[in-house]
């Protein structure tokens, strides 16, 4: 898989990855960021003149689904400038989804007390600036100055006003009114200052009992408050109002959302003010409570203004978030009319967006961002570039049909400054059937503008037009033209476990034979191991390869022999469990595989002369991996190097890759352009790896040596891993480069056909032909989610000038 799908809010399933990689690199951040207990409320101004409540409190809550014991943990607490922290032992467990209230000490005055506490303490608490850490042991924080966010057992900390005993940045300062809670989904990013906001006191015990300090906008009073959705949404991508709270906002609910753990509905302003700048429309977070409230309801909501940022990079989305209270008025209300969706040419401008005005008459980014939470519509029939995502009711379009159109109907992605400003992410609210790549999507679509991790802007539709299929075909390979003709195939099958159903089996079988046409070799990505995403230290694969080849068989394909090696458990990356590696299947009927023993995990593969002034080459291993030991290699898997006899004992080398994922890079629609491709560090070392190897071979053995370099590169034909992998051509070729500029692509991402998979070849290969299968990427209906590639060694092919049957081609065809 090319890039891990992080979707919308993540709660029990912890953090998108872009954030984990993001946060790796800060100072002062927790020892882990906690996906499970988090500290979700902080207030010390209990009992003093003002307040409402007559006790500080600290409130925990459980993100993940299952309960979470306690006992033996401790909320401790320290002055802004203290280096001596208090401590209150916890007993119990926190409900799954649920909240823990521990109560402090009380002052001389307030009027409310608290739900019943969980766990009671008498810490008297500053009601401007202090520190709070959440430990797993019940031992005193002792000796760790401003840095005991990395202390030992610190689960959580947070450090709130003027004190730099912090995780990152302090969370705002406090007074005897207010309290700071963790926004939007509760996300611990390790910067206080991004997840906690102030506002009303509001504390919760696990038996769900909340009590508030008085929240405004109280149901018994439905007066419209005098802040507007513009006013929450500014001129500029950031709220000029951030961190505050609101009272009675109205507007008309223009959409809802009903699951997942970002429920919430959108409602506009009917009445738009002077300024074109300002978006009239505004989406209310309830988290994973449904809205009780419809479209065409009249409402005023109140609540905290929250900056919500769905990965570390990305943009935020401006919203009410917080303990919300929405009044519902009246019902049926017509709805403010959609405006129609028209893009400038040019996707975004460089620098800090955030930091810069929008320029919605010149800028894609700036557009979507100045009519963000608004009510908007299609007009225009459009042409599907990616398939339907069926499970999300997801498809993207272009509204600019002839931006580097594929032959398919795609848009081809073909540089880091060409990201096809026409695409647009359409998430159909109640659903959307299955369609192809060059389907039409008649106009009227209609809902309003969300920013989420997948895709970044997105409009999320109430109203999807009518879908027309294209009568896209899948495509297949033309049988050898002389037998001597040798054919080498990768294919992705992405996270295939012999636990998987029989039907994924089956599909993936079916294209190898039908649509792969059986190849001789065929380097496969992604096997798991027998028992797939269990993590028990299972590491073996070879009932997963047996499940594989049998079912091959059965769709009418050979019997493949295989060839692997077993990772060490838990250190090539993927699934957690699933240790996923590369395997060659090869047909023992078409070519021959040289065993030479000593292969593993832990040894590394090399280039042996017979003799030392020979240019006879071979491997010290077969099967091998390339420097298994080297840092590139960290987390992520080696490659698979295996040597093979064909036509009369001609020798071939093949070596298949699955480099590093993407995942981590900031997205096309980044706050900072150009986006940073943080994970590009890695795969320039494993470039390197596979290219000094193959560097090796050419050079020992004079460039007669015919070697393959094939797999999921996890990068683009244009980028500096590919190049570095190919010396630009000199060691090895690109074969997706020989195809026309509107062809190279095996995968889709973000509505972008784009290349991920490689097959290259060295000099000593001359004659060949190759093509990229579209089998999956563009279909609804996929047995992965790329497509494979195939290159057709042709024999007779040694000779200067090549014979005219040698000369480049593809063996590719539509299915009839």
Same mark, same amino acid.
């Not at 017509?334 to 400038?344: G, H, N, S």
């Not at 091959?552 to 699934?575: F, K, V």
């Given at each position: ?96 989804? $649920? ?63 003027? #004190? ?88 008309? =609910? ?34 994973? #409570? ?12 109140? $609540? ?43 996707? #975004? ?36 570039? /990616? ?10 379009? #272009? ?130 191991? !027998?028992?797939?995403?269990? !993590? ?70 090399? =280039? ?13 291993? /077969? ?6 030991? /080297?840092?590139?290699?960290? &987390? ?125 070849? &060295? ?54």
């Amino acid at each position: 898989m090319a890039l891990s799908r992080v979707r919308r809010r993540i709660v029990a399933a912890g953090l998108p990855v872009a954030v984990l990689v993001a946060m790796a690199g800060l100072s002062g951040t927790a020892n882990a960021l906690s996906t499970d207990v988090v500290i979700s409320g902080v207030y010390g101004g209990g009992g003093n003149s003002g307040a409402v409540f007559k006790n500080d409190y600290i409130e925990l809550a459980n993100l993940s689904g299952s309960p979470v014991d306690v006992t033996g943990w401790s909320v401790q607490y320290a002055s802004a400038a203290g280096a001596v922290f208090q401590m209150t032992t916890l007993s119990g467990s926190i409900p799954a989804h $649920g909240k823990y209230l521990v109560q402090q000490a009380a002052g001389a005055g307030g009027t409310v007390s608290l739900p019943t506490p969980d766990a009671t303490g008498s810490i008297p608490m500053s009601g401007t600036s202090g520190v709070v850490a959440l430990s797993t042991a019940a031992i005193p924080l002792v000796g760790c100055g401003i840095s005991c966010a990395t202390a030992p057992n610190v689960k959580d900390l947070v450090g709130y006003g003027a #004190t730099a005993n912090v995780e990152t940045l302090a969370a705002p300062g406090l007074s005897n009114t207010t309290a700071n809670a963790r926004t939007g989904a509760m996300i611990d990013t390790d910067n206080n200052s991004v997840d906690f906001s102030s506002g009303v006191p509001k504390a919760t015990n696990s038996a769900g009992v909340t009590v508030s300090a008085g929240d405004p906008g109280d149901p018994g009073d439905p007066t419209p408050g005098t802040t507007r959705i513009h006013d929450i949404q500014g001129a500029g991508r950031i709220s000029p109002i951030v961190g505050q709270s609101v009272t009675n906002v109205p507007g008309i =609910v223009t959409a809802v959302r009903v699951t997942g753990n970002s429920r919430g509905y959108w409602f506009q302003d009917p009445t738009a003010d002077a300024d074109p700048l300002t978006s009239e429309g505004l989406f209310v977070f309830t988290g994973s #409570t449904t809205p009780a409230v419809a479209v065409g309801d009249s409402v005023l909501a109140t $609540g905290r203004v929250t900056e919500f940022r769905p990965a570390a990079g990305a943009q935020s989305l401006t919203e009410i978030g917080g303990p919300v209270n929405t009044i519902k008025l009246t019902s049926g209300n017509a709805l403010p009319a959609a405006v129609p969706v028209v893009f400038p040419d040019a996707y #975004t401008k460089s620098g800090s967006l955030e930091a810069q005005p929008l320029e919605p008459s010149s800028y894609v980014l700036d557009w979507l961002e100045t009519y963000e939470g608004t009510r908007v519509t299609v007009v225009q029939d459009t042409r599907l570039v /990616s398939p339907v995502n069926t499970e999300f009711g997801e498809l993207w379009v #272009t509204l600019k049909p002839n931006q580097n159109r594929s032959p398919r109907g795609g848009t081809v992605y073909k540089s880091y400054d060409d990201q096809n400003s026409g695409r647009l992410m359409i998430q159909a609210l109640l659903g959307a059937p299955a369609a192809n790549v060059g389907s039409t999507l008649a106009g009227g679509t209609t809902g309003v503008i969300d920013y989420q991790s997948f895709g970044g802007y997105v409009l999320q539709a109430t109203q999807l037009g009518a879908i027309t299929e294209g009568g896209l075909k899948k495509q297949k390979v033309l049988p050898p033209k002389k037998t001597g003709d040798l054919s080498v195939a990768t294919y992705n099958v992405e996270n295939l476990a012999f636990t998987n159903p029989d039907s994924k089996f089956a599909k993936l079988a079916q294209a190898v034979v039908t649509n792969l046409g059986s190849p001789d070799i065929l380097a496969l990505e992604e096997i798991q191991d !027998n028992n797939g995403a269990t !993590n028990d230290g299972t590491v073996a694969s070879d009932q997963t390869v047996a499940k594989f080849v049998a079912a091959i068989q059965a769709a009418g394909g050979p019997a493949y022999a295989s060839r692997s090696i077993n990772p060490n458990n838990g250190t090539d990356g993927g699934e957690p469990g699933g240790n996923i590696r590369q395997v060659f299947l090869f047909n023992p009927a078409r070519t021959t595989f040289v065993d030479r023993p000593g292969g593993d995990a832990n040894t590394a593969v090399s =280039v042996v002369r017979a003799r030392p002034t020979s240019n006879q080459v071979s491997l010290s291993v /077969s099967p091998g991996r390339i420097d298994p030991g /080297s840092d590139a290699w960290a &987390s992520s898997r080696k490659p698979l190097v295996g040597e093979f006899l064909f036509d009369g004992n001609k020798q071939l080398f093949v070596i298949a890759n699955h480099f590093n994922s993407k995942g981590g890079d900031q997205p096309l629609s980044a706050a900072v352009q150009p986006p940073n491709r943080t994970s590009e560090v890695q795969r320039l070392k494993q470039a390197t790896e596979v290219h000094d190897f193959v560097k090796d071979l050419n050079e020992k053995s004079a460039g007669r040596a015919r070697v393959v370099v094939l797999g999921d590169l996890n990068d683009y034909q244009f980028s500096p891993s590919v190049a570095t992998l190919t010396e630009n051509g000199t060691q090895l070729k690109t074969l997706i480069d020989t195809l026309p500029a509107e062809e190279r692509y095996s995968y889709i991402f973000d509505g972008n056909s784009q290349v991920l998979d490689h097959i290259a070849v &060295s000099p000593a290969i001359k004659g060949y032909s190759y093509g990229v299968v579209h089998i999956n990427a563009e279909f609804s209906d996929q047995a992965s989610d790329h497509d494979p590639q195939i290159v057709r060694i042709l024999t007779g092919c040694d000779t200067d000038p090549l014979p005219t049957r040698c000369l480049p081609g593809s063996p590719v065809v539509d299915v009839p």
